[in-house]
């Protein structure tokens, strides 16, 4: 019988243990909410995370981020805040009323007061620039703690530990600095394998600074609220840093048999030590798992594009054609409606085309795959190599360097250059260009991202194709300025403002009015009989 990896049998003992502790449902809801109400919130909250693109497992706690940042705008006060933040979240579905108890409220009411404290005791020393509830670093740490609360996160945290075990042993990483190359480790783990975004990064690398941050304790509190601004500035510098991306992408590429492991132990988890003990069942399970992983792809890639077509059109069309109508009614004299159609329909179509290019993994995936899961489950019978990636600044001196990159400033000529030239021949006004040339970026970026999560099961590296580079040349520059343009046109989603302050907010209260009025009306009836 093979001895499998016992930091891994570690691992899968916190997987029942958090099973065995999950809440039961026969305990009594803190929260009832009126279905028609429900649905109304239900309803908008559909379209309003429609609205701001984020990976589907960050939805729930981005809305807990949206509704913590509004209540605390609209100064509401933090001991009504809890109960509140608890109702909408189960208006909208992201939580059922019968997952949450008074145990619960309790709890995002000692973390809200926390945060207040903290907020309160840095402003006392004034080391923090910004001593605001609402401000974004505080909100966003809240919000990933609260989440923390409703839905428990110790599977994922063991398994992320045991992840970065096996990579701080089989991986060095060529880098001057001990301790920020084993943090820059962790990142990329975070990044690769849960798709981390930055309030999560942020408050991962709190606990790691701060261990004991959970306990709640007023001495913890004091000791962050006294060190906020230098946490802050060295958390941010982390996520940061240059090199961040670079060995992301290295990581990237040996993260899938974690992922494939993660989902045999949650789908295992009572048989999981019986099947690590016999090899061949082992392979047989996870094979099972990665065949059924292949068939999700093109569910998963339908549902992306879907949202990103939604997103694009909600957020960036309509803004994009109260621009060009205008221009060609009284700048041009007239509507030019071949410009017009083809920025109507050019995101749904490019997005199509390049979910035709995107296969499943084929059979060497899959045996590559296994190899690299027996590596993992079973150190002791596999041959144990380390790997060294090196962290460099540039591989080049400074001439060539200096050549390399006005050839890649060449690039944005050369693609842009072409581009222009190709709609002035189709009789693009000014406008017209601008809205296409801001949809070709956008939806190529996004397109990019969605390829990238489609392909995050292959294992084995791709052969390039000899037009591969040609393709490079021309798509780089337009991906980089899509990148561009997404990050900084979420920072000024005019839609986004008039949908939380203007609709959200009367929405929101007209509602829970609504279910005062139901609850006074039922006691009235209940006094009756």
Known sequence: MVSSNSYLKKVLRIFREDN???????????????????AVVFLYERLRSAMEYQEEHLVRRWAIERMLRRLLTIRTPLAELPLLLARELVWSHYIDSL????????????????????????????KYPNPSLSSDWIVSLMSVEIDRILYSPRKIDTYLEFTYHWFSQHIKIDWDNDDEKELLLYIAIQRSLVKADIPHLRYQLLKLYYPKWEDNTPEMTDRVGRNFHVLTATIDMLIKHPQNDKLLNLIKRRISPFIILYSFLERNTDKAEELLENPLKFEHAVKTIVDQKYGEIRNKLTRGITRSIIYIFLTKMVIALLVEI????????????LPLATNLLFPPVLMYLVSLFIKK????????MLKHLKEIAYPETEDATVETIRLKKHRFGKVLYTIVTLIYLGTFVVSFGLIFMTLERLSFNLASEGVFLFFLCVVSFFAYRI??????????EGREHLYAPLIDFIALPILWVGRWLSKGFSRLNFMIIIMDFLIETPLKTFVGVGEEWQSFVKDKKRELA
């Open 20 to 38: 065995s502790n999950s809440k039961k449902h026969d305990i009594e809801s803190a929260i009832t909410v009126s279905r028609a109400t429900s």
């Open 99 to 126: 997952e949450i108890t008074q145990e619960d409220i309790k709890k995002i009411a000692t973390i809200v007061t926390k945060y207040a404290q903290v907020v309160t005791i840095a402003k006392k020393h004034r």
């Open 361 to 368: 993994p084929d059979e060497g995936n899959t045996l590559l």
């Open 451 to 460: 390829s990238l999560s489609a392909h995050e099961l292959i294992v084995e």
């Open 326 to 337: 205008p221009y060609d009614n009284f700048v041009a004299g007239a509507v030019n409606y």
